[in-house]
């Protein structure tokens, strides 16, 4: 009787745990859910409570760091992050490291955000969330070429997000690096057409085409077999064309300019993101027929007869999509066969 009575016991220990882990996890979902909607405060009364039941959920001070942070409150973000990453629970362990990152990042305390994402990458991995805010804590600290070096791993994990493409053009820009940083604003446009943001990059774009370097400048030298100064020079040329009125034909002339100049160049010997990426994708575009269409597409925020050409050709804008999403599944499967390899 008594050693059934020893096994009523661990039972009933066993249902009152099971109890309250589901209290717990009822809890956290309802904390995420205000969090979802910006009551970030409401999110973390419900948190405490379920620490009030489970001090020891990892989930719950995850998600207290997370709501924290969205309230600035960087040192209690950067505390509970913390207690996760301790702790070692995998599951939100690269999570937590952002958040710290984060934190430590919006407390002027950059290196030491640096150091804490170089840890993530070597406890968690090639990571893609890693690699693009190393690339942005980079940025930000006035390093581009470490920006350029985590950013461009960023996009060979995952080349479906547009901010790494957007960070890297501007990083390339800032490093005098224009055709590069020409084709990744492309890219990001391509993936995100119609936010003010991507205004912004569209703008990027139309200033490296009105640029002009001086002689001599490091801007125009030979850079990867590229003679930087004769493409400027045919660029000059169609401006003088269009004569500063047409600014969308100038920019649909020398982006063809641009990338059918550098698919002449490619072979077999060269490497880099510019290479292996931009250059082949671009080069397709051409071909497909689609090149007028893509080029409204990746317009639409800053020439307003480009959205009313878009609004009326629905027939082509179908095709295009159609063809661009194809595209896609096809070089999401070339991209799982390349290497990391040196960058430009």
């Not at 509970?80 to 690269?94: D, E, R």
């Not at 581009?144 to 994990?157: D, F, G, Q, S, T």
């Not at 095709?319 to 040196?342: A, V």
Request: glycine letters at 6%; aromatic letters at 14%.
């Amino acid at each position: 009787m008594k050693y059934i009575l020893i096994i009523l016991l661990i039972l009933s220990g066993s249902f009152i745990n099971i109890s309250a882990q589901t209290s717990t996890e009822k809890l956290i979902r309802q904390g995420v859910s205000l969090h979802d909607k910006g009551q970030y405060k409401e999110a973390i009364e419900f948190y405490e409570k379920a620490l009030a039941e489970n001090p020891s959920s990892m989930s719950a001070i995850y998600e207290m760091s997370l709501s924290y942070l969205q309230l600035k409150d960087y040192s209690k973000a950067l505390n509970l992050s913390s207690k996760v990453i301790t702790a070692g629970f995998q599951p939100l362990l690269m999570d937590a490291y952002i958040v710290k990152g984060t934190a430590l990042a919006n407390m002027n305390k950059m290196d030491d955000a640096i150091k804490t994402l170089n840890e993530a990458v070597s406890r968690c991995g090639d990571e893609y969330l890693l690699h693009f805010n190393l690339g942005l804590c980079y940025f930000n600290n006035k390093n581009n070429p470490m920006a350029v070096l985590h950013l461009r791993k960023a996009i060979e994990i995952d080349a479906t997000h547009a901010s790494a493409f957007l960070l890297y053009g501007y990083a390339l820009n800032d490093m005098g690096r224009w055709l590069q940083s020409f084709y990744s604003f492309h890219f990001f446009l391509l993936l995100e057409p119609n936010t003010e943001r991507s205004k912004d990059a569209f703008s990027e774009m139309l200033d490296i085409l009105n640029a002009k370097p001086e002689t001599g400048s490091g801007n125009i030298s030979m850079e990867e077999g590229v003679d930087r100064q004769a493409i400027y020079k045919e660029i000059q040329r169609i401006k003088a064309k269009y004569n500063g009125k047409d600014q969308y034909n100038f920019f649909v002339e020398a982006s063809k300019l641009i990338f059918f100049s550098l698919a002449q160049l490619q072979n077999d010997t060269q490497s880099g993101l510019l290479w292996y990426f931009f250059v082949p994708t671009y080069e397709e575009i051409l071909g497909s027929g689609h090149f007028d269409t893509y080029c409204k597409y990746v317009s639409v925020t800053y020439f307003p007869e480009s959205l009313s050409w878009w609004d009326k050709n629905k027939t082509q804008v179908d095709n295009f999509i159609e063809w661009f999403e194809h595209g896609q599944s096809q070089m999401e499967e070339d991209d799982e066969e390349l290497g990391d390899d040196s960058d430009l």
